[in-house]
């Protein structure tokens, strides 16, 4: 051991965040630790439904990485693939479009799960998530925006959708987030003299027979009793069709007209965990008992991503891990220790849990909890709840700042302030100097080029037996190539002139480009017509091909 | 007068919060008041720096309208068009698409200004602005990811980009924002540790010979050496050039590699205010010492965006109220006398106003002021500064909840937490439900939109002698129309079964549809094609015209 050894953790997640804390703490200060997540903060995601509701500012819910794991090196970033033959990540990001190879010792990947909609049409396009701390903003924003236009509208159907608001997924996000929008709703009306409290309607949808069933019975029981005196309409056994840009529509032919579907529902490996080509079971990474991944000695996987066999596993889902915080923080720590034991060469352990305590917040100052077999429920079990949440916070100063907000709350009228951060238009102007580097090769491709004055200079292959040089002027685009294929840029362009383009974004560019004909028609000709053979992207030729096989 | 009197306040800035709260307590009970604006909160503008450094959270800096103007009507929407001759407005808003007529029978314009920064090339594209709270909450994100892609940067070049900071404009505003900025650097560069503070940069670029123009000549030279000693360079007689993705070009050929280039110059009216027609003077209003526009009766201005005279008006620039907000609160309380005067027969009052005091943060606990012909500066100035604001700050709960943020960043670490909200893209997919209405006349036009699977039926001229009809399937498209010309739909569009299309957002279909040659020629051809000529928009068959004549 020569050199320092590298452990890089993937995802900062519960699982990631803990497992980068407890291998700073058992690991020899010479063995760097990384930690590269796609936002530079941690969230802890039980507050996110009071995010929603206004009680807790976005920003007071999170807690930065860097100021919770001192002494690890944090790195921004995509990971968009792992070779795990180098030992070596592949790490982009949005702003400077260059690709970075980050070399690990060992790997951790953690990177949770993503949502997936995709199984009921049109909910992925309509429907609001609760996974991120931007679903939760955006939730909120929203809730509000509904409010305003609901206190001026003329039209009365169109007031009635802008206050149904339908939660799909009657588990703890469902239930809490129900609920939260609903002490939302309740503590905002009176800013709303046109808007009456028997206008607003709520229903949670469930496909099971029941709610919570992370909670015994009768305290799922209790939430549902709770539910209903507060107003808030509860359907079980009931399956959803579809979702369209004003209406959910039932299996049972029940359809309801809102402007806001909430979707708690559809979890699904991230597009990272299913390219890896790991074996999988029910979406998770197969790891054994050690969190150790089969088949590579150095590369572990850890929470919601990770299938993690506890002791007694007989193959069944319950013999494993389940993929919650809890799980996870516990996971953390023994992995670190395992990790460790490989550097040193010492016997890993193998993981153990049982968990000890479920607990949902259901709005109105009440909660439901299961504490060491003991249940709770109501305003005591709300307030051990708030308790227990302050001490699983990480850092002192989010402590504070969310205990701040509790009291606030309390004190002040909810604030119903819609603050939405318009970003940058997908189509803009970009102006470049002349001698600009506009694209390089390698750089991952974020959209399309037309030039509206100027010039510029593309190559492709330079450095190649027969390089391919263009000078484009007015009219003329670049970056099409890229955007049917892969998405690393494989040709450079520079500005020879003072210029101006107009730029749009890679996802928008593409799903325009592909789904109005116009443009796809003239994009794989002109492909075909000014690039040789060779230099198109596969996939364009793939898809062509199968496009050819449809006629 | 049989009839409620309405009095309708456009904006609800300084000028017109403030009026409409003084004609709320002035007025009959039986007169009711409307506020229209384009966000639901009150914005205290000093304080936007402070947002884009990060001690204040950007929620907490804003107070909502409603809770502010209690027995006040508000409308959350963006005023399209004054109808003088029939005393009424044309108000849309973004989600349902509607247009509202709304009446009044006294209004008062209070729209602001808006940031112009057409003069300078590339600069309107990659400049921040410092305008509105998204302004200040998109800078500080912007800020933090320098650091993290500094921190991680391999490349010294990019990296000294990411580190280098321009302010274009050394008036409050800009010498704030250098200020505050710093602050949020030097105070969160322990969190990155391969970022020394001597890599940091930052410009304060002034056109004129000195910074603070509003302030005596001695605080500002105070102000500019407090700048200097915390390593901010001031360029004075410093003229812009121009700017692009990664430079800033001054007139005498200095050019400055950035990612950060942010503006504080550059006001002109608002497009609604430029759309009147009224006589208008330095790009404001003209109106009479009263604050009513010349030749109507029931029409006032006030704020920024109104040119009023002060008494020994000579014409010159200085004889007017001058845009700032200490002036819009005053003329506030007068023009709010005024109308109640006008609506009871009474004798209105000249508006007159002498300012007392002028206060500037500088960062780093520092501040000038001058308060009642007394000079200040350093860190009583500062605490006077804090005092003054928290006291001017509209609603308690605003002034605990900034007052709570100041002292958490005394006590805490400057929260570093980088929340990026992505907003919808731009090009998404929508599904419709036989039967949904899609697009209906007088709607407002609000993108494009390309059919997918299933099936529509557009219907123009309903109603009319010779109606237009089509039924559409996957490939066709609508929406087009309205987008070369007027922004109203003048057509139908009803989903004959459950269908999807792919919709792209209006503003990024225009531009991408007139700046890329191909769309430009098909749908241009497309027009005209498929539609008798009285159908076309006028503003698209002058567009023609004018490109036939250049060619």
Redesign the interface.
Known sequence: MTQKKRIVVLGAGFAGMFTAKHLRRLAPRDVEIEVINE???FIFQPLLPEVAAGNI????A???I??LLPGV?????HVRAVHFRNNQLEVT?D??R?L?HVPYDHLVLAPGQRVDLSRF??LE??AFTMKT??DA??LRNHV??CL??A?????PA?KRRFLTFVVVGAGFSGVETAGEVADLLDQSLK???HIEAAEIRMILVEYADRILPELPEDLARYTARELTKRGIETWLKTALK??????V?MVDGR?VET?TIVATIGTAPGALAESLGLDMQWGRIKVDGYMRVPGHDNVWAVGDAALIPLPGNTGTEERFAAPTAQFAVREAKTLARNIVAAIKGAEPGVFEFKPMSSLASIGCHKAVAVLFGMRFSGTLAWLLWRVLYLGMLPG??TK??VL?NWI?DHF??R?????????R?????????KG?EVLKTGNLGDGFY?V?SGKFEATIGAGTPHPYHRVLGP?D?FGERVLFGGDLRTGDVVALE?S?V?F??R???R??AT?????DD?FRNYLRTNFPEHMLPDEFRGADERKKDRA
Do not use: C
Not at 57 to 60: H, L, Q, S, V
Not at 515 to 519: E, I, M, Q, S
């Open positions: 936002v530079n903060y500012n976005a920003a007071d999170v807690s930065p860097r100021l090196k944090f790195r921004l970033g990001d702003t400077n260059n970075t049409p049109g396009d309509h701390l931007a903003y955006r509000i925006n305003e236009k206190d001026v509208a003329e039209d169109m800013f709303y003299p579809s979702a369209s840009e004003s209406t529509e359809v402007r002192l100063a504070v700042r701040l606030l002040f009228p604030n119903t302030v819609q603050i939405d951060v318009p970003t238009s997908s189509a803009r102007y970009l102006w470049f100097r600009d037309t509206l009219g685009h003072d101006k107009l749009v974004e996802g928008d560019f799903r325009f789904g109005f004909k116009v443009l003239y």
